[in-house]
Nanobody
Framework: QVQLVESGGDLVQPGGSLRLSCTSD????????MGWYRQTPGKQREMVAT???????TYADFAKGRFVITRDNTANTVSLRMNNLRPEDTGVYYC???????????WGKGTQVTVSS
């Protein structure tokens, strides 16, 4: 089982930015599709963005134009740059492989993002 540790969450004001990081104990090159997911209050966990081994990206509609997902296969990290944050972005953010997301397994502790004035 891949161990993933998320970090970078914080309390920020609306319009602010954060960079989330996810470190893996596994060579990420072995995993094709990695992603960031979030669980906001009262909602089910949802996909935020995914990135393939070859750096192809997909974004949820709410993330398009504001969030950027990157990965460093050498450093075994996946990052999420979030700009123009909104209060509705408040939640716990997780990284995971797409496969584990589909199976709803392998979740780490996540990192808390709070957007509030």
């Amino acid at each position: 089982q891949v161990q993933l540790v998320e970090s970078g969450g914080d309390l920020v004001q609306p319009g602010g930015s954060l960079r989330l990081s996810c470190t893996s104990d596994t060579n990420l090159f072995s995993i094709n599709l990695m992603g960031w997911y979030r669980q906001t209050p009262g909602k089910q966990r949802e996909m935020v963005a995914t990135i393939s081994r070859g750096k192809l990206t997909t974004y949820a509609d709410f993330a398009k134009g504001r969030f950027v997902i990157t990965r460093d296969n050498t450093a075994n990290t996946v990052s999420l740059r979030m700009n123009n944050l909104r209060p509705e972005d408040t939640g716990v953010y997780y990284c995971n492989s797409d496969q584990s997301w589909q199976l709803d397994t392998g979740w780490g502790k996540g990192t808390q993002v709070t957007v509030s004035s």
